[in-house]
């Protein structure tokens, strides 16, 4: 950019929704800080000579609770569902003493296992949403 702002990355904001970008500053084209909340943030006054380039990371927050939420995308959380209890028919399979409780569990645990594949294979490829690493965005043009 031909700017006057010395550090960009630290007053300039932007965000995605839907096909439309949004670059917003909290600055004037001098340089000079926004004084009044009302006009905080604004759209930017640059002159962008070579498109703009972005890169952001989406790492998903760990669960550590019972309480928390996981990080992924909503479509996916009666996959995830699915593959806890697999795991704990799985677990119960082999604690149990009885042969047909063992053999009830493990069937169980197949027929999550058979969800869970089917939610990730089947349709893992449309719901990436959350996928951890870098993401880069390269739009037209804005002069």
């Given at each position: 950019?031909?700017s006057n702002?010395?550090?960009?990355?630290?007053?300039?904001?932007?965000?995605?929704?839907?096909?439309?970008?949004?670059?917003?500053?909290?600055?004037?084209?001098?340089?000079?800080?926004?004084?009044?909340?009302?006009?905080?943030?604004?759209?930017?006054?640059?002159?962008?000579?070579?498109?703009?380039?972005?890169?952001y990371y989406?790492?998903?927050?760990?669960?550590?609770?019972?309480?928390?939420?996981?990080?992924?995308?909503?479509?996916?959380?009666?996959?995830?569902?699915?593959?806890?209890?697999?795991?704990?028919?799985?677990?119960?399979?082999?604690?149990?003493?009885?042969?047909?409780?063992?053999?009830?569990?493990?069937?169980?645990?197949?027929?999550?296992?058979?969800?869970?594949?089917?939610?990730?294979?089947?349709?893992?490829?449309?719901?990436?949403?959350?996928?951890?690493?870098?993401?880069?965005?390269?739009?037209?043009?804005?002069?």
């Amino acid at each position: 950019m031909a700017s006057n702002i010395t550090y960009p990355d630290s007053s300039c904001r932007w965000f995605v929704e839907g096909d439309s970008f949004c670059l917003i500053t909290n600055v004037d084209s001098g340089g000079t800080a926004s004084t009044t909340a009302r006009k905080e943030w604004k759209a930017i006054q640059e002159a962008v000579t070579d498109g703009i380039l972005l890169y952001y990371y989406a790492e998903p927050s760990n669960v550590s609770s019972l309480g928390d939420v996981p990080d992924i995308d909503n479509s996916l959380h009666l996959a995830l569902v699915d593959y806890v209890k697999r795991c704990l028919y799985m677990d119960s399979a082999g604690k149990a003493l009885d042969p047909n409780a063992s053999a009830v569990a493990s069937n169980m645990s197949m027929q999550h296992r058979q969800r869970w594949d089917e939610a990730v294979k089947r349709y893992g490829v449309r719901k990436l949403d959350k996928v951890g690493g870098t993401r880069a965005i390269n739009p037209f043009s804005l002069v």
